[in-house]
């Protein structure tokens, strides 16, 4: 939970807010509606700075991202094409799209890492 970098978030506020986008990556992939979410949905509070609330937010991005995997591996590559409902974009670039965030915030925790 610690900003060792100012004006940046803290690791759990990155793990909160990259659980959260593969949620709705997870939902749209499984016939949900896509939301392009703002405010808390996108970048979810810190509710508690403890131990316990760590280790909830691993696992909350871990069955997420469990549930994730699974749905891709589900999902009939023929549909990569079709529009997501509701968007301009289809399923092709909203799995590279939630692969490319996840690496991207993979990168601002590895250098908050070095940085504490």
Same mark, same amino acid.
Do not use: C
């Given at each position: 939970?610690?900003?060792?970098?100012?004006?940046?978030?803290s690791?759990?506020?990155l793990v909160?807010?990259?659980?959260a986008?593969?949620? *709705?990556?997870?939902?749209? %992939?499984?016939?949900?509606?896509?939301?392009? *979410?703002t405010? +808390?949905? +996108?970048?979810?509070?810190?509710?508690?700075?403890t131990? +316990?609330?760590?280790?909830?937010? %691993?696992?909350? *991005?871990t069955?997420v991202?469990?549930?994730?995997?699974a749905?891709?591996?589900?999902?009939?590559?023929?549909?990569?094409?079709?529009?997501?409902?509701?968007?301009?974009?289809?399923?092709y670039?909203l %799995?590279?799209?939630?692969?490319?965030?996840?690496?991207?915030?993979?990168g601002?925790?590895?250098?908050?890492?070095?940085a504490?």
């Open positions: 939970a610690a900003h060792p970098i100012p004006n940046a978030h690791i759990l506020e909160k807010h990259v659980t986008w593969q949620r *709705m990556a997870l939902l749209t %992939l499984t016939g949900g509606e896509y939301v392009s *979410m405010g +808390d949905a +996108d970048w979810p509070p810190v509710q508690a700075l131990a +316990d609330a760590w280790r909830a937010g %691993l696992a909350a *991005m069955e991202n469990a549930q994730l995997i749905a891709v591996r589900a999902f009939p590559p023929e549909r990569l094409d079709e529009l997501v409902p509701g968007t301009e974009f289809n399923f670039f %799995l590279h799209g939630i692969a490319q965030h996840n690496v991207y915030h993979a601002q925790i590895a250098l908050l890492k070095q504490r």
